[in-house]
Every structure is written in C-alpha cells, then in structure tokens.
C-alpha cells in the first residue's frame, strides 16, 4: 500500500482482497473523500435532495453464499458497479474504503454509514484491474448506471 494524503492506497485487488479478507466490517464509498464527507457526515438523495443519516456506501464483506470463489473477485464486482460515477460526477470522484455503523438504508437500498472511519484510498489502477477481471468473466454484466434506451 502507497500512503497519499495521510491514508494508505490500495494498489490492487490482492490488496483490497487480503484487507476484506482480515475485516469484514468495511465499506466503499465514492466521493470526493473523507475530509469533504467527514465534515458533513450525510448523503443526499439525488432524486429528492432530501438528507440521510450517514454517508451511502456499499458494504465489501464477502456474503457466506461466496464460499471458497476469489475475494479478488468479490471486490472487483463491488467496485465495477459503481465505476461510472466518476464520469457522471465528475473526475475528482474517487473510491475510498471506510469502516462505519450503519444507521440505515438508502433509496438504492445501499447502507447509509455513521462513525466513520477512514482506512484507505483505492487506486485508479484497481479500477482497471476490477474492470480486467469483470471483462474475462463469462456472463453478461455492467455497471449499475445503464443509458435510458427509449
């Protein structure tokens, strides 16, 4: 792990595997980061702009029904769902693990997280590495974000 702005980077999926792997209570969040988030520590509903009880973040704990497949895959499927955010979002959008409790559900369903704890950025470079892995697989999947085709 490189360390950049006083939290550790995640360089790859064998990283962020191996810190699933020896804590399951993490979370990924994408956003500008923990110093903006940490000052207000609510999302908003894009729909609504209502505010909700923590930040949206997608839990990285690896479900029992996995079994002994490769975490590295687990978490490529978590960050590839959400790699278009930085696009829609703009380019300063960037995940980053946490840890937290959750203080309820979101419109997506998605934890809502409070008493957060920053651990570690995540790379670019495992982005790509997600995105590798989600292209060799050999089912059909996209990212969570599909263009309306009406």
């Known amino acids: 792990m490189g360390v950049r702005k006083d939290l550790p980077v995640l360089g ?4 962020l595997g191996a ?3 020896r804590h399951s209570d993490l979370y990924v969040r994408w956003s500008r980061g923990p110093k903006t988030d940490l000052s207000r ?4 509903d894009d729909l609504t702009g209502v505010r909700m009880p923590g930040l949206s973040a997608n839990p990285l704990g690896v479900e029992p029904w996995w079994e002994d497949r490769p975490v590295e895959l687990w978490v490529a499927r978590r960050l590839y769902d959400y790699c278009h ?3 829609e979002k703009g380019r300063d959008i960037r995940p ?6 959750e203080e309820g559900r979101g419109p997506d369903n998605e934890p809502l ?16 590495e ?3 892995e989600v292209h060799r697989q050999a089912g059909r999947w996209g990212p969570l974000r599909r263009n309306d085709e009406r």
């Open 130 to 132: 997600a995105r590798s």
């Open 85 to 87: 955010l930085p696009r």
């Open 41 to 44: 520590v609510s999302s908003k």
């Open 113 to 128: 997280v409070a008493e957060v704890e920053p651990v570690a950025w995540v790379d670019e470079r495992v982005i790509e």
């Open 96 to 101: 980053w693990v946490l840890r937290g409790r």
């Open 12 to 15: 790859s999926l064998g990283e």
């Open 19 to 21: 810190l699933v792997q």
